[in-house]
C-alpha cells in the first residue's frame, strides 16, 4: 500500500518542529529524509509511526500496518542479550542458531552475542537493533540514522546486509547528510530548517 503524507505539520510549544511536507512513498519504496539537525526529521519518523500527534494534515497507508524501527537511541533491553533482544519482536522468535548466524553477517561475534547488551559498544548496539528491525515482521521501516557512528568496513557490511533483509520492505531513512544513500536507490526529501531557528 502507498504511504501519502499531506501537509503534515507539528509544533512545540508555538515552535515549529515540522513544515508542512507532503509526500507519496509507494509501496516497497525507500524515502531518504534529509536536512539541517533540528529541522523536523525525527518528529516526521515519530508522526508517521503514531508517537507523536499531528498539528495538521494527513496520513494515509500506516494505519493498521505492522511498523518496525530503529531508534536514534536504539531502545534494546539492555539486561537482555543480542539474540533475546531480537526473539522479543514479531518474526524475531527464531532458534538462537539462526539469530547467530544474521548477528554473524553484521560484524558480532558469538561471544559478543553472550554478553548483556549493556556490555556491548555503542557500534555493537547499532547492530543489534538494525537486527531486530530486519527480522521483525514489520510491513514499513523506520530507521534514524542507521549508520552513524559505524567504521567503514562494519558500515558495509550493514549496509549490505540491510540491503538483503530489507525484503522489499517500504522503509524511510533519516541522514543527516545523505550519506546513507547508496544504501538503495529511493527517493530524497530535504526538510528546511526550524522556522524558530534558523
Ligand atoms: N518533544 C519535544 N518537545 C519540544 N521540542 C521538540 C520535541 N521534539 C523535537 N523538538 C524540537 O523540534 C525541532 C525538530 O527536532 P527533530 O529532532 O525532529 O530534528 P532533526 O531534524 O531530527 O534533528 P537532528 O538531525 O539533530 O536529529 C527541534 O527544534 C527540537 O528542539
Known sequence: MDIEVRDLTKSYGGRVALRPVSFCLPQGGV???????????TTLLHLMMGLVRP???TLTGLSGRRLGA????????????????????PGG???RRELLGHFARVGLTEA???KPVSQL????????AIVRALLSDAEVLFFDEPFKGLD????RRVVSYTAQERRARSMVIVTHDGGDRDLLPGAELVLSGNVNNP
Open 112 to 114: 559478543d552475542c553472550k
Open 31 to 41: 524515502l531518504y529524509v534529509m536536512g539541517a539537525s533540528g529541522g523536523g526529521k
Open 70 to 89: 530503529v531508534f536514534q537511541e536504539n531502545r534494546l533491553c539492555e539486561q537482555l542479550d543480542a539474540p533475546e533482544n531480537v526473539a522479543l519482536v
Open 152 to 155: 567503514a568496513e562494519t558500515r
Open 93 to 95: 522468535d527464531r532458534p
Open 121 to 128: 559498544s555503542g557500534g555493537q548496539k547499532r547492530r543489534v
Open 55 to 57: 498539528d495538521g494534515g
